[in-house]
């Protein structure tokens, strides 16, 4: 089985930063590509970010130029830095890895943005 586990969640006014992480944990030989979704109250889960095992990324339009994603060495953690932070972007934000061809999600992690 594999785990993810989110962090780096919380409160934070307009205009400032945020870092999320998500490591992967459980019996696997490696990680495809890894990203980001959020969820927003009345909404549906959109893509965020991700980022293959290669480094190619892909971003939200409404993201691109704010937020960066990225991997560690081992390639079992993703982690996404958000600055320049709206209140749109409040949301419940969640990790997927593509593991086998099948998809893992992480429990959630709330973001909330404060005007």
């Known amino acids: 089985q594999v785990q993810l586990v989110e962090s780096g969640g919380g409160l934070v006014q307009a205009g400032g930063s945020l870092r999320l992480s998500c490591a992967a944990s459980g019996s696997f030989f490696r990680i495809n590509t890894m990203g980001w979704y959020r969820q927003a109250p009345g909404k549906q889960r959109e893509l965020v970010a991700s980022i293959t095992s290669g480094g190619t990324t892909n971003y939200s339009g409404s993201v691109k130029g704010r937020f960066t994603i990225s991997r560690d060495n081992a390639k079992t953690t993703v982690n996404l830095q958000m600055n320049s932070l709206k209140p749109e972007d409040t949301a419940v934000y969640y990790c997927?890895?593509?593991?086998?061809?099948?998809?893992?999600w992480g429990q959630g992690t709330q973001v909330t943005v404060s005007s």
């Open positions: 997927n890895a593509n593991i086998a061809r099948y998809n893992y």
